[in-house]
């Protein structure tokens, strides 16, 4: 049986990717300096306007004493957002995990702690189904060409092997996989569609691709190669294209998308 | 407006489900038991469910809603039904073969034939209803119902399987309404009347 031939009426997803510090969306332009880039509701609210299937939050300074301020940015994002939306950053207990899904998310997103407490991804799968975890996994293709895993944010290389790394994450209970190609990421060269493919059509669990988009054409490689789904951040946020303008394109290419009448 | 009440089976968080409801000046409260509210019949019962079946079967047991519900249900009563809230108003789920649901509805739910569970993410309806036609919905679901006669909506991953069901004043959704953008919020105002 080819999986090719299952029947799905899923279409790809469009994910704008907001970062969080201290309850506002922020631009850093190096690891010192923020630039507050304005209210997450309001933004969150352009981009559901505009098309989103979804958002993701990602707390960029997450830290104990700004989860207040990250908890109530939550709450005000779900009392105004009528699409699903992930948050992550800074989750680092089950008891964060409690206090987040309380707060309204639909889903949290864990990277650094999926790879110190893998342990993290069965207990949520466990206590609030498999929906509700996507793991962020950050590869990074190495000079010699292989393929490495890493945490805190890009920084630290971890000992995981690849390979290995994307079947555990499934074996645990996640969800999906938020894919991001370090290599790739802000280079405005696309997705790593290579990566993508690898996983291939029966990979069990829904793929978000991330990382490198510089135009509409890019979404269209990495749905072609595989992608459940395209998160973006930066051509969004500067205005370079609407979430609209990318599904218009895909729509043009025959690419069915949820559209918004 | 008759008011709406939430059957609060304590599954998850129901804030998205109350703030979509909450658009509609209706008057709206959440309940955990039947005893702790003063129901005339004339209310609307909307009943959100996440998790697994058999946790459904067992909160409706525990916080004694069962019969309450069955009564409801044959007395013509008014009620919609979310994701494993639409599920429980059937016979059973392959989930949990043990756990019996409501079989307010004939069926049963069985996994989705897909080798990417669960499902995740946005699918058109194909509906012949004008407010479901040609829509889409957020759906998050491992399990659905094949076929029911009672289907008002039907999409497709690995199978067929029922988006919506409608059997006189009730409604089932297997998607999410409250996550499914300006569409969802028109569906449950619209079936909230």
């Known amino acids: 049986m080819s999986v090719n031939n299952l029947k799905s009426d899923l279409v790809p997803r469009i994910i704008p990717c907001l970062d969080v510090a201290a309850g506002r969306v922020v631009k850093g332009t190096n690891f010192k300096q923020l630039i507050d880039m304005g209210d997450p509701v309001e933004l969150a609210l352009k981009y559901e306007q505009q098309g989103a299937d979804e958002l993701v939050f990602l707390d960029i300074k997450a830290s104990v004493d700004n989860q207040p301020s990250a908890l109530a940015m939550v709450r005000d994002v779900a009392m105004n957002l009528s699409i699903p939306f992930a948050v992550g950053g800074g989750i680092k207990t089950m008891e964060d995990v409690h206090r987040f899904f309380q707060a309204g998310a639909d889903k949290v997103t864990l ?147 949820r559209t918004t009448t | 407006m008759k008011p709406v009440i939430i059957v609060d089976l304590k599954s998850g968080n129901l804030l998205s489900l109350e703030n979509a409801l909450n658009h509609h000046s209706q008057s709206l409260c ?81 996994r989705l034939k897909h080798p990417k569970t669960p499902m995740v993410g946005w699918a058109k309806l194909d509906s012949y209803k004008l407010n479901m036609k040609d829509q889409y919905a957020y759906f998050v679901n491992s399990y659905g119902v094949p076929d029911c006669e009672n289907a008002t909506a039907k999409v497709t991953y690995g199978d067929a399987f029922c988006a919506a069901v409608q059997k006189n004043r009730v409604y089932g959704f297997q998607f999410h309404p409250e996550k499914s953008g300006r569409f969802g919020r028109e569906l449950l105002k619209h079936v909230c009347q």
Request: aromatic share 8%.
């Open chain 1, 111 to 257: 990277n650094t702690m999926a790879v110190s407490q893998p342990d993290l991804i069965n207990q949520i799968a466990s206590q609030y189904g498999s929906q509700s975890i996507v793991v962020a996994i950050d590869v990074n293709r190495e000079a010699e060409g292989e393929l490495a895993i890493y945490t805190h944010g890009g920084s630290q290389k971890s000992a995981l092997n690849y390979h290995q790394w994307i079947r555990e994450v499934v074996d645990r209970g996640a969800g999906e996989i938020l894919l991001t190609a370090m290599h790739k990421d802000g280079t405005g060269s696309g997705f790593d569609c290579e990566l993508l493919a690898d996983l291939g059509a029966d990979y069990p669990i829904q793929v978000i691709a991330s990382g490198g988009a510089k135009g509409p054409e890019d979404f269209y490689d990495a749905i072609r190669a595989g992608a459940d789904a395209v998160l973006a951040a930066g051509i969004f946020h500067r205005d370079e294209y609407t979430v609209s303008d990318i599904k218009n394109h895909l729509v043009n290419n025959n690419i069915s998308m």
């Open chain 2, 30 to 110: 959440r309940v955990q038991q039947p005893k702790d509210y003063n129901f005339t019949g004339d209310e609307i019962l909307v009943m959100p469910g996440q998790g697994r079946f058999a946790f459904i079967a067992d909160q409706i047991k525990t916080l004694r809603w069962r019969p309450f519900l069955n009564d409801w249900l044959s007395s013509g009563g008014h009620l919609v039904g979310i994701c494993v809230g639409m599920q429980i108003l059937f016979e059973g789920s392959a989930e949990d073969p043990e756990a019996r649901g409501l079989g307010f509805f004939t069926g049963r739910c069985e």
